[in-house]
């Protein structure tokens, strides 16, 4: 006798059906997408609304420098918290963290493993015998096996291409803070220029042009000796204007690098440390060890280099194809079917040489944009070192300059009481002052702007204890409306 068979009908295959998918689709979850449109009105209103008063940038001053600013709004802002503050707001460091995010989702998929496939495929038999159902349901389930090592080659792939983008994020740090240290040098120059030369022309050129013009009056002098201070004194004020239209475009450069605008600078003092740093026995080969073993570009590149090689072993490995197992299950008219497939491809007519080849290419691209940032930063290193010795002796030279000027004028100072000379000697003494304070100030300016120069060849500041914020606090430093969104997940 034989067993009893229960007859499978359309409605019991469909109701199978709907369970597999629906136990398909509880298992994964599911992104939703929410729009998210960018008004460039409302950006630029918030942009141009930024101001260094911002409760977010506090909280990131306390948490950079170690300690609560011991004043808040800061009565007066250096290179230190500038610098600080361009990392809080500037969009370049946005770009750089949101470039590092996506390498860091491409490690995240790159570690991924493929999903099996699930293959139905029901069956009607339209000859079945009586007593036995028609339906003849099959499903098969494929499964990908990776072979060669494809998977870790691809994540090392993709965990040294996310490294080169953190370490991009210091590499666009430091060009923010060579911006702000461009921007802050020049403005306060800039003051000092002003301010030193409304004191020669102010103070001095128009007392010597008075003094000129009674002496004329009485003929103790010729008319070309009047003109001629008038002239000086005209020029001081030309030069006068033109510095402090210098002035005002440097205060627009710095609030472009902070990445506020420039309404924010206004009332805001700003001060810069002009005391000079221990580089004389910084050479150009201690430089080139520095800078090759720490400047983060150059790191970056090595880890762009490695993300190449992994590249070529990936497609390398891709010569031997993966292996798909595809066991699979009958019911056919009540026997019980099982089956077992195994599918690979043939590597006869394509052994992926072309990906190979551009692999391989990619990898000497790299290797060739290596040496030439290595050669690149070879070149800025000589040249800074150079700069910054002929600007430490124009420094020195000025110095003296300057010394010899004060001694002049004390002297003049202690004729002037003893009647051997008049006002108009101590003067001219004066505007000879106030010309070596000049060129002194030019020749601290050159130094600044040369060490700035040797600091961004190294992207270090020779200044050991200037702490301008971790790379980890500069990965993640959303402002307050501004945090970055991520899909969210959950069930559909």
């Not at 250096?78 to 490690?107: C, E, I, M, N, S």
């Not at 102010?202 to 004329?216: C, S």
């Not at 009332?267 to 073993?293: H, I, K, M, P, V």
């Not at 194809?321 to 019980?336: A, C, E, F, T």
Request: net charge negative; proline share 5%.
């Amino acid at each position: 006798m034989k067993p009893h068979r229960r007859e499978y009908s359309a409605k019991d295959a469909g109701r199978f059906m709907k369970r597999v998918i629906l136990l398909a689709v509880c298992l994964a979850g599911c992104a939703r997408f929410e729009p998210q449109p960018i008004s460039p009105a409302r950006m630029a209103t918030e942009l141009d609304a930024r101001r260094l008063d911002d409760e977010g940038l506090k909280e990131f001053l306390e948490q950079n420098l170690g300690h609560e600013p011991e004043h808040w709004p800061l009565k007066s802002w250096d290179l230190k918290a500038l610098t600080l503050a361009a990392f809080y707001f500037h969009p370049t460091l946005d770009v750089a963290r949101a470039q590092w995010r996506v390498a860091q989702a491409g490690a995240r998929t790159a570690g991924g493993r493929p999903n099996p496939s699930l293959n139905l495929v029901p069956g009607y038999d339209f000859s079945a015998a009586n007593g036995l159902s028609p339906w003849i349901p099959f499903f098969s389930v494929d499964v990908s096996v990776e072979t060669a090592g494809k998977r870790g080659h691809r994540v090392a792939r993709a965990q040294h291409l996310s490294e080169s983008a953190w370490l991009n994020i210091a590499t666009v740090a430091w060009q923010a803070r060579s911006r702000v240290h461009a921007g802050l040098l020049d403005s306060v120059i800039a003051d000092r220029r002003a301010a030193l030369l409304e004191w020669q022309a102010g103070g001095v050129q128009e007392q010597i042009v008075k003094l000129l013009e009674q002496r004329l009056a009485v003929g103790g002098i010729s008319q070309p000796e009047l003109t001629a201070a008038r002239i000086a004194l005209n020029r001081t004020r030309l030069d006068l204007d033109d510095t402090k239209a210098k002035r005002a475009e440097a205060r627009m450069r710095l609030a472009e690098s902070l990445g506020v605008s420039g309404n924010a600078l206004e009332g805001l003092e700003l001060a810069f440390d002009f005391s000079e740093r221990a580089t004389d026995d910084l050479t150009s080969a201690e430089a080139r060890r520095l800078a090759l073993q720490g400047r983060p570009d150059i790191l970056s590149a090595l880890a762009a280099y490695a993300a190449a090689e992994a590249e070529l072993q990936l497609q390398i490995a891709r010569q031997y194809p993966d292996i798909h197992l595809s066991p699979g299950y009958q019911y056919d008219q009540g026997d019980n079917k099982w089956t077992l497939g195994v599918t690979f491809e043939l590597p006869v007519l394509n052994q992926n040489q072309g990906p190979i080849a551009e692999a391989n290419a990619r990898r000497e691209e790299a290797a060739a944009r290596f040496t030439a940032l290595q050669a690149r930063v070879i070149g800025e290193i000589d040249r800074a070192v150079a700069a910054h010795r002929t600007a430490q002796e124009r420094l020195v030279t000025t110095d003296a300059l300057l010394s010899a000027e004060r001694q002049q004028q004390q002297s003049v100072e202690a004729q002037l009481k003893a009647g051997a000379v008049d006002q108009l000697d101590l003067f001219n003494v004066q505007f000879e002052l106030g010309t070596a304070l000049l060129a002194q100030l030019d020749g601290q300016a050159k130094w600044q702007q040369s060490l700035g120069a040797l600091e961004d060849a190294l992207q270090r500041p020779m200044d050991s204890t200037e702490g301008t914020g971790s790379l980890s606090s500069l990965v993640d430093t959303p402002r307050r409306g501004s945090e970055p969104s991520t899909p969210k997940e959950g069930r559909p």
